[in-house]
């Protein structure tokens, strides 16, 4: 068994700009050597961490990914789509404004800050924040993709996590098995398409259109072929598929219908004070709730994260009404409040979906040649990945790991090493967890405990919202306190 590539020491961040590919050398102590922080998975998150890490100093770290090289949604990235989030919320900016791996960093060095700043965008497109991403990627040294992690183990005689991992060819085949150690991990393998019960069997089949929106662009043009499409899914993805496939499609001869199980095809909230639940003082609030608020608060939240952004509905509104122009109605059909009980196919290349309104309480069946599920997205388990540390994991009465304000696995005394965890912590700090705008915060706030300074002073204040009548120590002057005391009493 070889050893992992691990870098000696975090080298200082490369000359952004320069595309020189970074080469992997092995340890030569063996392996044996230890990383102070190990990351599996290379999404946006780990990415984040990986860019603010490289700037400290004597810090070993190393990050691993299965795939052979990064891509963020490649399926979704949509001609004209856009983040749904400012492009501050880059990698570093919201921690680190100075770091060498900023957004604006990357518009200079591919000569394109003076046409980026003439075309006054706010909400950058997805596409090219996906090659900001991969452009960060390249760049890294502490990055190792084409790499499989088979096992995690704590070693109890090193006081060190032991990490088997296999390193693949560019064709996925394994090439050779790796193993090293790390005091400390790091989770960020992220969230993956999640298909409904009733209509898994159909995904299976290859000769029934059924597909998860996450790998719409590569059926594309199958699915503008097809005489009838169903999509299934009320958020920014199925307004994206719907309003794509509108677009391509003949005026009169759509044949197109939109089924979502929330009560209205509903605006995202994008009101200020609104996003101020998308603050570190928002989380911080979450997290000290008790656990049965916080899983009841959760579904109530719905449209912050869950509604589509008011210039999509615009522009499908837009596009049904041009199509009025010249008399009649479109050949589309859009229905809120609706649930798929279940689902067979048709003749082999046909699907028949029952239906249920749930308001109504009434029952129907669609027959449709292509359905795109806009479904979302579940977290990754990681039950199998860590299943030789479950033992050493605390959780909580719903059987969910617990997760501290740190983000760190609550573990049993005996591990020495901490567990952080990126992206999985909807349930303990809310709906932030998967939200861009808050990845640079929380990679700052695990950097900053685990090397136990303040390396990227955080703000104490985020919000002009106070959350809750006990405010976070030190957020308020002395006479608030004394008016919410003298107010109890």
């Given at each position: 068994?070889?050893?992992a590539p691990?870098?000696?020491?975090?080298?200082?961040?490369?000359?952004?700009?320069?595309?020189t590919?970074?080469t992997?050398?092995?340890?030569?102590?063996?392996g044996?050597?230890?990383?102070?922080?190990?990351?599996?998975?290379?999404g946006?998150s780990?990415?984040?961490?990986?860019?603010l890490?490289?700037?400290i100093?004597?810090?070993r770290?190393?990050?691993?990914?299965?795939h052979?090289?990064?891509?963020?949604?490649?399926g979704?990235?949509?001609e004209?789509?856009?983040?749904q989030v400012?492009?501050?919320?880059?990698?570093?900016?919201?921690?680190?404004?100075g770091?060498?791996?900023?957004?604006l960093?990357?518009?200079?060095?591919?000569?394109?800050?003076?046409?980026?700043y003439?075309?006054q965008?706010f909400?950058?497109?997805?596409?090219?924040?996906?090659?900001?991403?991969?452009w960060?990627?390249?760049?890294?040294?502490?990055?190792?993709?084409?790499h499989?992690?088979?096992?995690?183990?704590?070693?109890?005689e090193?006081?060190?996590f032991?990490?088997?991992?296999?390193?693949?060819?560019?064709?996925?085949?394994?090439?050779?098995?790796?193993?090293?150690?790390?005091?400390?991990l790091?989770?960020?393998?992220?969230?993956?398409?999640h298909?409904?019960?009733?209509?898994r069997?159909?995904?299976?089949?290859?000769?029934?259109?059924v597909?998860?929106?996450?790998?719409?662009?590569?059926?594309?043009?199958?699915?503008?072929?097809?005489?009838?499409?169903?999509v299934?899914?009320?958020?920014?993805?199925?307004?994206?598929?719907?309003?794509?496939?509108?677009?391509?499609?003949?005026?009169?001869?759509?044949?197109l219908?939109?089924?979502?199980r929330?009560?209205?095809?509903?605006?995202?909230?994008?009101?200020?004070?609104g996003l101020?639940?998308?603050?570190?003082?928002?989380?911080?609030?979450?997290h000290?709730?008790?656990e049965?608020?916080?899983?009841?608060?959760?579904?109530?939240?719905?449209q912050?994260?869950?509604?589509?952004?008011?210039?999509?509905?615009?522009?499908?509104?837009?596009?049904?009404?041009?199509?009025?122009?010249?008399?009649?109605?479109?050949?589309?059909?859009?229905?809120?409040?609706?649930v798929?009980?279940?689902?067979?196919?048709?003749?082999?290349?046909?699907?028949?979906?029952?239906?249920?309104?749930?308001?109504?309480?009434?029952r129907?069946?669609?027959?449709?040649?292509?359905?795109?599920?806009?479904?979302?997205?579940?977290?990754?388990?990681?039950?199998?990945?860590l299943?030789?540390?479950?033992?050493?994991?605390?959780?909580d009465?719903?059987?969910?790991?617990?997760?501290?304000?740190h983000?760190?696995?609550?573990?049993?005394?005996?591990?020495?090493?901490?567990?952080?965890?990126?992206?999985?912590e909807?349930?303990?700090?809310?709906?932030?967890?998967?939200?861009?705008?808050?990845?640079?915060?929380r990679?700052?706030?695990?950097?900053?405990?685990?090397?136990?300074?303040?390396?990227?002073?955080?703000?104490?204040?985020?919000?002009?919202?106070?959350?809750?009548?006990?405010?976070?120590?030190?957020?308020?002057?002395?006479?608030?306190?004394?008016?919410?005391?003298?107010?109890?009493?």
């Amino acid at each position: 068994m070889t050893p992992a590539p691990d870098p000696t020491t975090t080298p200082a961040p490369t000359t952004p700009g320069d595309d020189t590919e970074t080469t992997e050398s092995a340890d030569p102590t063996g392996g044996d050597t230890p990383l102070d922080l190990l990351g599996i998975g290379i999404g946006p998150s780990n990415l984040s961490l990986a860019a603010l890490a490289s700037t400290i100093p004597g810090l070993r770290t190393a990050f691993y990914e299965q795939h052979p090289a990064f891509h963020w949604h490649p399926g979704l990235l949509i001609e004209g789509t856009t983040l749904q989030v400012p492009f501050l919320a880059d990698l570093v900016t919201l921690a680190d404004p100075g770091n060498p791996w900023t957004f604006l960093n990357y518009l200079k060095a591919s000569e394109r800050l003076y046409p980026f700043y003439f075309a006054q965008r706010f909400h950058i497109h997805r596409a090219e924040y996906d090659a900001y991403c991969r452009w960060v990627s390249q760049q890294l040294p502490t990055l190792h993709f084409g790499h499989h992690i088979d096992a995690v183990r704590w070693n109890p005689e090193r006081a060190l996590f032991e990490i088997d991992l296999t390193q693949t060819g560019a064709d996925g085949e394994a090439e050779a098995l790796c193993r090293t150690y790390a005091r400390n991990l790091v989770l960020g393998i992220g969230t993956e398409p999640h298909i409904p019960d009733p209509l898994r069997p159909l995904t299976d089949a290859p000769a029934v259109p059924v597909l998860h929106s996450a790998d719409y662009l590569r059926h594309r043009a199958h699915l503008h072929a097809a005489d009838h499409v169903t999509v299934i899914g009320a958020g920014q993805s199925g307004a994206e598929v719907f309003l794509d496939l509108l677009r391509h499609r003949p005026a009169g001869r759509e044949g197109l219908h939109w089924l979502a199980r929330t009560p209205a095809f509903a605006p995202m909230e994008h009101s200020k004070l609104g996003l101020e639940q998308f603050t570190p003082d928002y989380t911080r609030y979450f997290h000290a709730l008790p656990e049965p608020v916080r899983d009841a608060l959760l579904p109530q939240q719905w449209q912050l994260y869950k509604g589509i952004d008011r210039d999509t509905i615009a522009a499908i509104h837009d596009e049904l009404y041009q199509r009025t122009l010249h008399g009649g109605w479109p050949d589309t059909v859009l229905t809120p409040g609706v649930v798929v009980r279940t689902a067979g196919r048709v003749a082999t290349t046909r699907v028949e979906l029952h239906l249920e309104h749930v308001q109504q309480g009434t029952r129907s069946r669609l027959t449709t040649d292509a359905v795109v599920l806009a479904t979302g997205y579940r977290e990754r388990r990681t039950d199998i990945l860590l299943a030789a540390l479950a033992p050493y994991i605390r959780r909580d009465s719903s059987d969910r790991p617990r997760i501290d304000e740190h983000h760190r696995l609550v573990l049993d005394p005996s591990v020495k090493g901490t567990v952080y965890v990126q992206n999985a912590e909807l349930h303990t700090h809310g709906i932030g967890a998967p939200d861009l705008g808050l990845a640079a915060w929380r990679s700052a706030t695990i950097l900053n405990s685990l090397t136990g300074t303040t390396t990227f002073p955080l703000p104490a204040r985020t919000a002009f919202t106070t959350f809750g009548l006990d405010p976070t120590p030190g957020r308020q002057l002395p006479d608030q306190r004394d008016r919410l005391a003298r107010t109890r009493t």
